[in-house]
């Protein structure tokens, strides 16, 4: 068990939930507060002074930003420029690039990174595999994503995903008089917890060193163990791997 889930305690739970209250008015704040807390716990699993990080879908460069400050030498990349520029220019060392075929040979980083993505991509899996392909043996894998049946899986039409993501974002749309940013089976997509540990139990190439809702305190970490309950009770989960030596 990673040192740092002391921290994992109930007012830490409650200050980053209520964060998501913020995620569009305040997204300096939000992103902010996750990007420090998120790079914590992976500090845990690795010493990121000194080592190389890529960091898939890296946006604004927020968590990038957190993590040359650890001390990382980190390369972000990400497939829109808009994004990538949104805030001015980008953060240093980014570029513009697909997720699905990531630009970095084999094995050629120390860790490989990625926050609330994920779902946000066609083919997750594929997504994954990259980023454990790129990774150097005896790197660390960092995958963190917002499972559709949790209660923000729907993202801004929230909670209305439980009764279709197409529905959601109708009823968005009538509400707001515009469409969500993540639209339904375009730029969101439903990904389960149950896919993503049965992707990582079944590579040979990784060995998982945690699965754990990435919210909650220590003592409901074992929510991610009980099928169906975890697909509504985990908000997000966070998976960690170490890649195997060849």
């Known amino acids: 068990m990673p040192s740092t889930e002391r921290r994992a305690t109930l007012g830490r739970s409650v200050r980053l939930l209520s964060a998501f ?20 716990l992976l500090g845990s699993y690795t010493d990121l002074d000194g080592a190389t990080v890529l960091d898939v879908g890296t946006g604004t460069g927020h968590f990038a930003r957190e993590l040359a400050d650890a001390g990382a030498r980190c390369t972000g990349v990400d497939h829109s420029v808009a994004e990538l520029t949104s805030l001015g ?12 075929a990531l630009p970095f040979r084999t094995g050629s980083v120390d860790v490989c990174f990625s926050s609330n993505v994920l779902e946000h991509v066609v083919r997750p899996w594929r997504m994954a595999g990259e980023m454990v392909r790129v990774t150097k043996p005896g790197g660390t894998v960092f995958l963190s994503f917002t499972n559709w049946l949790s209660p923000w899986g729907g993202h801004e039409t929230s909670p209305w995903h439980y009764f279709g993501g197409e529905r959601a974002a109708r009823r968005y749309e009538r509400r707001k008089g515009r469409p969500p940013k993540n639209l339904y089976g375009r730029s969101l997509h439903p990904v389960s917890v149950s896919a993503a540990l049965a992707w990582a139990h079944g590579r040979d190439d990784v060995r998982v060193l945690d699965a754990l809702p990435r919210y909650h305190p220590r003592w409901a970490e074992g929510i991610v163990r009980v099928p169906g ?18």
Do not use: C
Request: charge should be positive; proline fraction near 6%; hydrophobic fraction near 45%.
């Open 229 to 246: 309950l975890r697909e509504i009770a985990t908000w997000n989960l966070v998976l960690v791997l170490r890649k195997k030596g060849t």
């Open 89 to 100: 220019a980008p953060t240093p060392n980014a570029i513009a690039a697909s997720a699905l």
């Open 21 to 40: 209250r913020k995620e569009q008015s305040d997204p300096d704040h939000f992103y902010g507060l996750m990007a420090r807390d998120t790079v914590a």
